[in-house]
């Protein structure tokens, strides 16, 4: 059976057991259950009670395509409710290859205990180290030392110098093959991993893979009715995901008018052609050196969506460039060129921020006057204050809800505490019944729309509800397996194949039904969790300002029903 492994902080006690009834539980469901199970949901976020938990999907550590991600939770510093976020990365599978599920991080260390610890998975044990030396490092220079000190194969999750600051816009860091950055960003578990002094993880791979099957037979079959379906979608794969990545849907949305520009008070960039998916293609493929496009995140992952953006000289700046990133640091803070978008987006990520977070609160503070709109230098001063930890520094670093508290700003893109992702509601509503409704926030990856919009017009004002349910229950779903969201367009056609895949892993035998319920039965819990914590049914709304000022181009406000939206909660 599958093992979760605890680290007391406290007392530096590891110890192993087996999964026991959470064998049936990954990803988001895991931590789903487990937080419901052993954590307190008035505990502090950074508190000595909070758990911090990193976890396999159900089918990490196979050779199915794209279902390798980690999920990292806990209880949110940024939200005060539940918190899933996932990542792509080595670590997953890696994790999952040595036959464990989870990683479970317990307490603090004790008040005169200043060491930064290194948890090392590898086969000969498990060990927590103190090193010191990586305190305040920059997330590249982290991937860096780990990798030259356990092999250049080691999977690394770390923890940015804003994380172990304690600011609540941090995310974890998660290292792809090549070194490349990938973050379980939102939520503000990098503050969380900060709270219990841990730098890192490093998991050395398994020389023999220790996943165990069910019937592995089955399993097999059904893998390789998956990859073929990726095979005979191959030519849209590489025309779109390895080509552009998300990066491709940036002229769509801001055709649409629901691209978050100058501090989501506009929905489209006049210079969007400038920093599109098309503009960065070309400018990648004509720079060369470094520059690359359809590479994987994950090892044996067919979709190959990430990138590295290059300089004139062909030096890598940052990787990846997908639409969040181009909007949140681009459009929003009206800049016009990738070399700038990718500046800040790699200070960000040396960071250990969330993008989305502090592009949203840089808007913030731009609409403060503390910047100024499409002006990179004056953006990269306030990284320049997160990085140095001055009080403004602070601000920034803790999210759009504590920046617009501090400097003034009423009108702020956020639910639940957390800043908006790159669709405003106004424009695109379904969106608006996911961010408002579920228990995360403003969190695109709970049930994002968009891709609905042939037949849900994106400002229709009835069905819209109905649609965001459907949605969240099919993410919470397959945030359980830990495949990416990238393949559920394929495996939504063909839900057949998740049971077959959960029987071949586990020996659960269920229909399709039955697996779209467990997605609610995560749901449900999340839910509870929130409600115990205090997160009322009346903070189920988006920011009043998007209910009476109109967005242009489209000039939309946010006015779905009340009835509409109360068909998007998922309890």
């Not at 690359?292 to 090892?299: D, E, I, L, P, V």
Request: proline share 4%; net charge neutral; aromatic share 8%.
């Amino acid at each position: 059976m599958t093992k979760i492994i605890r680290v007391d902080m406290e007392t530096k006690e590891i110890t192993q057991e087996d999964a026991g009834k959470y064998n049936r539980y990954g990803g988001r469901a895991f931590i789903a259950r487990f937080l419901t199970d052993e954590v307190d949901p008035t505990c502090e976020p950074l508190g000595i009670h909070n758990k911090l938990i990193f976890c396999t999907g159900l089918l990490g550590g196979t050779l199915l395509s794209s279902s390798g991600r980690l999920s990292v939770g806990g209880k949110s510093p940024l939200t005060q409710g539940i918190k899933e976020a996932n990542a792509g990365g080595t670590a997953g599978n890696d994790l999952a290859r040595h036959n464990i599920r989870a990683v479970i991080i317990e307490r603090l260390p004790a008040a005169d205990d200043r060491n930064s610890y290194v948890l090392v998975i590898s086969d000969e044990g498990i060990r927590l180290e103190a090193m010191n030396e990586l305190e305040y490092l920059g997330v590249r220079d982290t991937f860096k030392t780990l990798r030259a000190r356990f092999g250049e194969k080691a999977g690394v999750i770390c923890n940015g110098p804003t994380g172990e600051r304690l600011m609540r816009g941090a995310g974890v860091a998660v290292a792809a093959p090549r070194g490349e950055m990938r973050f379980a960003a939102r939520g503000g578990m990098g503050a969380v991993m900060g709270s219990k002094r841990l730098k890192a993880i490093v998991i050395v791979p398994a020389k023999i893979s220790k996943v165990e099957y069910f019937d592995k037979a089955a399993f097999n079959e059904a893998a390789k009715d998956f990859h073929q379906m990726l095979i005979d979608a191959m030519p849209t794969i590489k025309k779109s995901n390895q080509t552009y990545g998300t990066s491709g849907m940036f002229k769509i949305v801001n055709e649409l008018g629901l691209c978050p520009t100058r501090n989501f008070t506009l929905g489209a960039f006049d210079f969007h052609t400038e920093i599109g998916g098309e503009k960065l293609v070309e400018l990648i493929r004509a720079r060369g050196g470094d520059g690359k496009t359809g590479q994987s995140c994950m090892n044996g992952c067919m979709i190959k969506c990430l990138s590295v953006f290059p300089d004139e000289n062909g030096n890598a700046i940052c990787s990846t460039l997908q639409y969040e990133n181009l909007s949140l640091l681009g459009s929003n803070l009206c800049l016009g060129s990738l070399d700038s978008i990718a500046h800040l987006n790699d200070k960000v990520n040396d960071l250990g921020q969330d993008a989305i977070e502090i592009g949203a609160a840089l808007g913030v503070a731009a609409e403060a006057g503390l910047a100024e709109f499409g002006n990179e230098e004056s953006f990269m001063k306030l990284l320049a204050e997160v990085e140095a930890a001055t009080p403004l520094g602070r601000v920034i670093g803790n999210g759009v809800k504590i920046t617009g508290e501090v400097l003034g700003i009423n009108d702020l893109p956020m639910t639940k505490g957390q800043a908006m992702p790159a669709y405003d509601p106004r424009a695109l509503k379904g969106n608006g019944v996911t961010f408002a409704m579920n228990p995360m926030g403003a969190d695109h990856t709970m049930g994002n729309l968009y891709g609905a919009r042939a037949t849900m017009p994106p400002l229709a004002t009835e069905g819209q509800g109905d649609l965001s349910r459907k949605t969240q229950l099919q993410m919470a779903g397959l945030e359980t397996t830990g495949f990416c969201i990238f393949v559920r367009s394929y495996l939504f056609k063909k839900p057949e194949l998740f049971p077959r895949f959960i029987y071949g892993i586990c020996g659960d035998k269920m229909t399709v039904e039955e697996f779209w319920e467990q997605g609610h039965e995560t749901a449900r819990l999340e839910y509870e969790f929130n409600v115990k914590a205090g997160i009322a049914p009346s903070q189920d709304k988006l920011p009043e300002y998007m209910y009476r000022i109109p967005l242009p181009p489209n000039n939309s406000v946010f006015d779905l029903s009340d009835a509409e939206m109360q068909k998007g909660v998922l309890r």
